[in-house]
């Protein structure tokens, strides 16, 4: 199937498969993507016993990870090479040692070369641990030829 022939939610699955072929950090902190739409990525990860700080909750950089990887592959749905360009992250309650936290990212706005995601951190029992705004920016290349863009742009 050629790329003119695959839907939009095709397309946003194989941008996915192929993002996180490549995301060894995200792979190495148990992310799990559980689906992903156009504009739109939802992404797991249990909360083990190394991401747990002084005060016994979660720490906060590696919610932060979570809400940034569903982030990434929500902007970059649509095989157009995305980047962050800043974001803000709210903490609104903990994560605890074996919480099952799901980021849940949603494209506000998409013009240009820019665009606005809110992430959305909960818990198994639904509350929320984090709220986090992304900005991104399009940059060249596609998400699935990245190596053939970067090689290239080398060239």
Same mark, same amino acid.
């Given at each position: 199937? =050629? @790329?003119?022939?695959?839907?939009?939610?095709? &397309?946003?699955? #194989?941008?996915?498969? %192929?993002? !996180? #072929?490549? @995301?060894?950090a995200s792979q190495n902190l148990g992310m799990r993507i559980e689906s992903v739409a156009p504009g739109r990525a939802v992404l797991t990860m249990t909360v083990r016993e190394d991401m747990v700080q002084g005060h016994g909750n979660c720490h906060g950089?590696?919610?932060? *990870?979570?809400? @940034? =990887? #569903?982030?990434? !592959?929500?902007?970059?749905?649509?095989?157009?090479?995305? +980047? /962050?360009?800043?974001?803000?992250? @709210?903490? $609104?309650?903990?994560?605890? $040692?074996?919480? &099952? $936290?799901? *980021?849940? *990212?949603?494209?506000?706005?998409?013009? /240009?070369?820019? /665009?606005?995601?809110?992430?959305?951190?909960?818990?198994?029992?639904?509350?929320? +641990? *984090? $709220?986090?705004?992304?900005? %991104?920016?399009?940059?060249? /290349?596609?998400?699935?030829? &990245?190596?053939?863009?970067?090689?290239?742009?080398? #060239?």
């Amino acid at each position: 199937m =050629s @790329d003119r022939e695959l839907t939009p939610q095709q &397309l946003a699955e #194989a941008c996915a498969e %192929s993002m !996180f #072929a490549r @995301d060894t950090a995200s792979q190495n902190l148990g992310m799990r993507i559980e689906s992903v739409a156009p504009g739109r990525a939802v992404l797991t990860m249990t909360v083990r016993e190394d991401m747990v700080q002084g005060h016994g909750n979660c720490h906060g950089g590696f919610i932060f *990870a979570l809400a @940034d =990887s #569903a982030f990434a !592959f929500a902007c970059n749905t649509y095989d157009e090479a995305t +980047v /962050g360009s800043g974001c803000s992250i @709210d903490y $609104l309650g903990p994560g605890q $040692l074996g919480d &099952l $936290l799901t *980021a849940t *990212a949603e494209e506000r706005s998409r013009r /240009g070369r820019t /665009g606005i995601y809110d992430i959305t951190v909960r818990n198994q029992h639904g509350q929320e +641990v *984090a $709220l986090f705004r992304g900005r %991104s920016y399009k940059i060249r /290349g596609t998400v699935r030829r &990245l190596e053939e863009t970067a090689a290239e742009s080398q #060239a």
